[in-house]
Every structure is written in C-alpha cells, then in structure tokens.
C-alpha cells in the first residue's frame, strides 16, 4: 500500500459571500509532483494556502502524514512554500534567508552554514551569501527562494506559480530543473498554475480546478485524451464539443444526431441508450476532412478561416448551426481554400464522451 | 470548528482605548455641556437648554462667524491661487531638484509655527525691516500701519498654510499620466483648452484635498489673529479660548466649539462625496 | 552636456520659496542682533544667547517640552504602531470605522481638541501640569504615527511575513523577525514628526497646561504678547536648529539603512 503524505477531506471555504472552494477531496502520494491547473479565481491558491496553514477552512479537514493539521499554526507543520513573489526577507542577505528555519530550530551554527553551502550548491548560486535580495535577478531570487523552502526538508513543498513572473525561456529551463530538483531531493511538489502546457510537462498527476471544486484528477495523459468534462476539454489543448441525442447504436458506435448534423463516437465503456442526450469532445487534431460524404458522418461545413499557429494550420470552419469547429494539422490541408464546403468526420474512437452522469459509466 | 486563533484584537485595543476615552468620550461630553445653562458664576447647572445656540444669533457672534468664514475662504482662494502654480512647477522639475524643493517646502511644516509669525512680526511692525526697507528707498515718508491689520492675518493665514495646499496638488500633478494631456493635444486642444479640460480636471482632488487640508485650521489658529491682528480681529478660535480663558461661559465656549466641529465634518464628508476617495491626499 | 534652458517657472518656486523662509532668516539674524530693540542692525552679538541660558524660565520650558515631547512620542510610538499592526492583519467588518476614529485627533480642528481636553480634564477633576499634557500630546500624536507606520506595512508585501510563517516563526517571531526591522524606519520617521509636532504645539497646550507648567512655544507665545525682549529671538533660534536636527535625522533615517538605499521603500515613499 502506498503512503498518503497528505490528505484534503471535503474542505470547504468562503471569503464573505464567495465561495471559494465547495468541498474538495484529495489524497496525494509520498514523492508526486501534482498540479493544480485552473484559470485565476478557481481556488487553487486558496487550497495550497489551506495546507500551508495560512488560511482554515469553514469546515473539512487536513491530513499530513495520517495527522490530522487542520488547527496547526503554519510554522509547526512540515510543509513550505516558494510564494508566487519568492517573498525573500528583504533586510536580509541571501545566507541569512536560507539560514531562517534552520535558526528558528536552533540548529549548530556550524551545521547551519555548512547545510546552507550545500543548498547554495544545488541551487547553483555558490558565492551569493552575502547579497542583498535587491541586488538578485528574478531567476536567482527564484533559486534563493527554492533553497531557503527545501533547506529544511519538508515532506511537502507547495509552490504557487513559482514561474510565473520569469520570461518564456528562463521558465523553460526552470522547468527543467524543479522536476530534476524534485526527483532528486524525492519530496511531494504541490504545484499551482494557469499554464496547461507547463502542468502537462513536469506533473506526475494534475487536478483541474474549476470554480472551487475538483473537474478531474488524472495523470496528464488521461488528462488531455480522456477529458471527463468539457470543461477539462475546453481548458487543455483545442477541443471541438458536440451535444445532441442518441440515434442509433450499432457495433459499438453510436450515431448521435447534433444541430449540426449526424456524428459518430465510438460507446466504449458507457451504457448508452437510444434518444439520451450526450455531449462529447474531439481534438482539434483529430478533425479530418474529407470532399465526399463519409460514412456515419454527415457534417458539412464551409472552411470561414485558415492559418498558421506555431507551426501547426489552424482552420476553423463553420457547420449548420454556425458555433465554429477548428482542426489542426501540420500543413496537410494546405490546399483546402477559404469559403470551400467539405465534410468533417473523426475516427469514432477520438470522440469523447464528457460531462456524463456518474450513473451512466 | 477549529480555527487558527488571533489576537488581533489585543493589539488594537490600546489606540482605541486611548481615542475613545481621551477624544471621543471628551467629544460626546463637550456636546452635553453645550446643552446645559451656565451658572451665575462660572460653573454649570444640571438643566438642560438650547439658550449656548441661541446665542450664537446674536449680531456680534454672527459677525464674528462671518469674519472667520471669510478670512478662511479668503486664505483658502489664496493658497489655491499661490499653491497650485507652485505644486505643479514643482512636478515637473527634474528629480534631483525637485527632492530638493520638497524638503525646503516640509522644513516649515516642521518648525514652530510661532516662530514664523514671530518672524513676520518683526518684518511688519512699524519699526521694523519692511518699513525701514520702503523709508530708505524713499517710497514713504511716515512708517506704514501694517502689523495688526487684517491684512496682516490675512498674510500669517496664507503664510503659514501654504504649504498644505503645494503638497497635495504637487502629489496629484506628480501621479499624472501626461499621455492624457498629449491625447488631448493631439486631439485638437490648444495648450490652455488642454489644461483646462484634462491636467486642472485630474489634479482637482489635490485641490479639493488641499483645501479642508487649509480651510479647517484656519478656523482654528487663534495664536495668529492674537499677534498679527493685536487682537482685534475677533475669530471663532478667538471667541472660543475667550469664553473658555476669560469668560468662562464654558456652555458656550461648547456650544461653539460643536457648530464649528459639524461645519469641519461637513466639509470632511464633502470631500469624500467629490471625490469618492476615503483620505485626505497627505504627504505623509 | 548642455546646461538646462531657465525656466521662468523657477523664479516662481524661488520666489515663494524666499518668502518662506524670510521671516525664519530675520528670526536667526536678530538673535545675534546687539541692539536691544531689534529695528536697526547693531552689532554682532551672543549676549541673548547668554542671557537666555541663565534664565530660569526659560529653561524650565525648555526641560518641559523634551520631557513631553520625548514622553508623549515614546508611549504614542507604541500605541500606534501596535494598532497599525494589529489593524493591518486583522479583517474585521467594522475596520473603516475604526481607522475614522484613531485618526480623529488630527481630523478636528486642534482648537476644539484643546477645549475638549480642558473641559473633559476638569470634569475629571485631574490636576493641570504635566500629566494633562502628556495625555493631550499623545492623543495628537498616535494619528501620526499611525498612518506612517500603516503607509509602510502596505507597501510590505504579506507573503513576506507568510514566508517567516510557513518557515517555523510563530507569530511573536515573525513580528520581531521580519515586521519590525522592515516597519523601523517608519516608526523613527513617525516618531520624530510626532516629537516635532509635539515641540510645536502651542494651540492644545494652551489649554491643558497648568499655571506652573510651561513649554516653550507658550512661553514664547506669552512673552511675544507681552512685549518682546530678544531673548526671544535667541530661543527661537535654538527651536529651528532642534527642529532642523529633527529634519536632518529623519531624513538619514528613511533613506538608508547600512549604506545602502532600500529603494522599494523610497520609490513607495516618493509616490506619495
């Protein structure tokens, strides 16, 4: 059986008349690096602030190590915190900022100054003791602010979009080096941020938040090919959402019938009645088009606009009932021109089903 | 439920303990006292009478209130008409120059009030560096009455105010986003529409800031009417300390000192009204 | 480089600027002024200073406003600042109203403040003297320490003292770790605008000081009315030059702290 560090049990909290988190449940393992993704306001720093201790909940629980820390002040509980700002004790040099915790628990001086050399070490600012936190660049006062949290080795680090204020090429190799950091040093990262693509690259599973409450939790792979919601859907990657009704069910397939013509997802593991009404996603990449009818398929749609997103020819076409669908691809429709009527299909396995009732599945 | 305790409230308990029973409690008291009949001699009876107010009516106290009104809008207008050039050039020097400006403008606001007037008393008595200056320059014959005029409160008023209306006004021309002024000139405004329309409209709660920053004290700094006036010109701050100091009709003096308090808020919560912001623009 | 063009707007500023500080120039000039009657220049003299040494009065003024300056700045020093950090962390619904009432002292006229006092010292029954001024100078001085020191926790970011927090300060740590070196320079600042408006108070004082206890300013205030011996000019002297001191610390005080200059606190200050 794998340990539980820590546990998040039905926690709930409001700030005045906003409810910011309406009842989260979580159990994270000992050594994952697990993400909280979601769009500003969703209540994901709320929840990191909730297990560092610097805000209680209304009502729920919080489990570190199987104990349970809800009424623990913040400074008694092992976990630490690299904030959004790195939030560096700015009357104190950068030796003095790594050697903070270490002083508060009255550890050797000797032992202090040699631990704070190796964390300086590992962070690769050896010979920086003496800096005032002004005199830092970003990417250094990031690094100070990595090893002053980790010096003590807590059992969780939280991180609260620790990247966000680098630019695009320093947060790449940052990236880079928390995830190394990270297996390396063998502690839980919880770690918060709006970046899909940054939670896809490091995470070992993400948790999608919306509107203070969990979409999914999932590794990233079942994350971005298993959407449980359209929401999820909508928020990773470039996804086309269908709703309509049950038609006919054959073989494994369900014809569905959308207001923008007939459609095919494969059923897989739901139950699927003739006449339920469904909604499913498919990729962007997993639009294809064809000039002749397909079978299953009867989506005509006129091609409205193309162009070139980071490499990839982005077409968006319009249906029947007008709500845009995109495909991309790597330059393969390049000869597909603007006002063209085509008809779109998809393999029936790349749709998926979301925002299903848990009876269904 | 569990909760992370605080003790918040330990820590603002002194302030408020100190205000509330050294300032609001004396406050509420001053307004019982305003309503109770003054005793022959100088103490207070327990009978209740709106005869202080009553008073007030009385031409010489109405006088009296008009005079200070006006001696406060006059420094006021003043002030404005000094101050705003002043904060605005002030702005719009060069950094280095313009910390240097700053402290020479809050030196005053640091040093004794008294000692300034005390200053301009000796420039304006009849002996004194004004007259001499005009005598020797062959202007005047005879020296010239300029120390205890209203005139010479008028300029102690002025003097000793000024700098609260340069600091704010300095402190909104200093915020403000020139591209608007630019916006403006591009748009077709000459340099005086432009001023008018954009930079006077954005800096205007500097102004209204600077002005209860001015207007309220001035009711109130008697000390200046007593040694440039010579303590002829009769102010409410004037008519208070007496009726506490010398009349000791202390029911009035109380009464008084209510009336002008509500004018003080009036013009407090005016302000806020105009320009929805719940601080004065201080300097501190 | 090229010298900057003149601007007339300068001979404005210098302008206003001279008639500012005119009359505190004929003060400090006048003090050394060996003519009795200060009108015509006769000499160069220090026999006021002199003279204002060996007068006891004087003196004993002089003793009074430090011990009240000094005394009424240290316990409004401690007030406040407690009352701005409690105000700072807490969310209480009501915590508008209450910052209106700390900061009601300078809010009215000090006028009625001084009347206030005065009729609310005497229904009390407390004697007049020292203890009634020290009660009225703090009560003027915790708004202004109040607001320097809650200007400068606004501008400290909270994930600062967080950080402390989540890295095994209690409270009590974290206020003396991290919040009061970074606020210090605030409550010096604060505090010596305080003691310096303390030392220049003579409209409160007026009223709540007793008959055998004199500060300067209403000894000043008593002897300028009553005619003027230069004396006076020499201890007016002696106030700008203390008030100068004040100026000249505080400034060192708020800009730099080790040599260096901690510019978020400047540029914070400067904006407003």
Known sequence: ?361 | MKKVKNYNWALVLPIYAFTILFVLIPLIYIVVLSLLRKDILWGVTNEFTLQNYRKMFDPVYLRTFADSLGLAFGTTVITVLMGYPFGYFMAKLAPKRRAFVMLLVVVPFWTNALVRIYGWMIILRAKGVLNHLLMSLGLIDTPLKILYTYGAVLLGMVYSLLPFMILPVYTSVEKMDWSLVEAARDLGANAAQAFLTVTLKLTLPGVLSGFVLVFVPSIGLFFISDLLGGGKIMLVGNLIKNQLMQARDWPFGAALSVVMMIMTFAIIFLYRKLTHSSDLEEFF | MKRKKFHPSSLYLCAVLLLMYLPVVMVVIYSFNASKSDVQWAGFTLGWYQKMIHNESLMDALRNSLVLGVSSCAISAVIGTVGAVGLAQSDFKTKGLLENVAMLPIMIPEIILGMVFLAFFSFLGLPFGMITLIIAHTAFCIPYIFIVVKGRLAGIDRSIGEAARDLGASEMRMFFDITLPLIAPAILSGSLLAFAMSLDDVVISFFVTGAQTNTLPIKIYSQIKLGVSPEINALCTVMLALTFLLILLSGALTKTKKGKPIKPTISKEANQ
């Open chain 1, 1 to 361: 059986m794998v340990e539980n560090i820590l546990e998040l049990k039905d926690i709930t909290k409001s700030f005045g008349q906003t409810q910011v988190l309406r009842g989260i449940s979580l159990s994270i393992q000992k050594g994952e690096f697990i993400t909280f993704l979601g769009s500003s306001g969703c209540g994901k720093t709320t929840t990191l602030r909730i297990i560092a201790g610097l805000e209680s909940p209304d009502s729920g629980s919080v489990l570190l190590g199987g104990e349970d820390v809800t009424a623990v002040q913040p400074n008694k509980r092992d976990v630490n915190t690299i904030f959004q700002n790195y939030a560096l004790f700015p009357h104190m040099n950068v030796y003095q900022n790594i050697a903070y915790s270490l002083k508060l628990r009255h550890v050797p001086k000797d032992e202090i100054k040699r631990r704070v050399g190796d964390m300086l070490e590992l962070v690769q600012l050896p010979g920086y003791e003496r800096r005032m936190p002004i005199e830092l660049s970003g990417g250094q006062r990031q690094r100070v602010a990595i090893a002053r949290a980790v010096i003590n080795n807590p059992s969780v680090l939280l991180l609260d979009e620790p990247l966000g204020a680098l630019d695009l090429q320093l947060r790449r190799q940052m990236q880079q080096e928390l995830k190394k950091l990270q297996k390396r040093l063998g502690i839980t990262f919880i770690y918060i941020t709006h970046d899909q693509e940054e939670a896809i690259n490091m995470s070992d599973r993400i948790v999608v938040m919306n509107e203070g409450r969990f979409e999914q939790i999932g590794t990233p792979g079942e994350i971005y090919d298993h959407p449980k919601t359209s929401f999820v859907a909508r928020f990773i990657g470039t996804a086309n959402i269908f709703s309509g009704q049950v038609k006919r069910i054959e073989g494994g397939l369900a014809e569905i019938e959308t207001p923008d013509g007939l459609c095919c997802a494969a059923a897989g593991d739901y139950a699927l009645r003739e006449g339920q009404r469904v909604a499913f996603s498919v990729r962007s990449e997993n639009m294809l088009v064809a000039k002749e009818p397909v079978e299953h398929f009867d989506l005509p749609a006129a091609v409205s606009e193309n162009s070139y997103v980071g490499g990839m020819l982005r077409i968006a076409f319009t249906p029947r009932a007008g709500e845009p669908i995109v495909s991309s691809k790597h330059g393969i429709h390049a000869n597909i021109g603007l006002g063209e009527r085509v008809n779109l299909y998809w393999k029936p396995e790349n749709a998926v089903f979301v925002d299903m009732q848990e009876a269904d599945a």
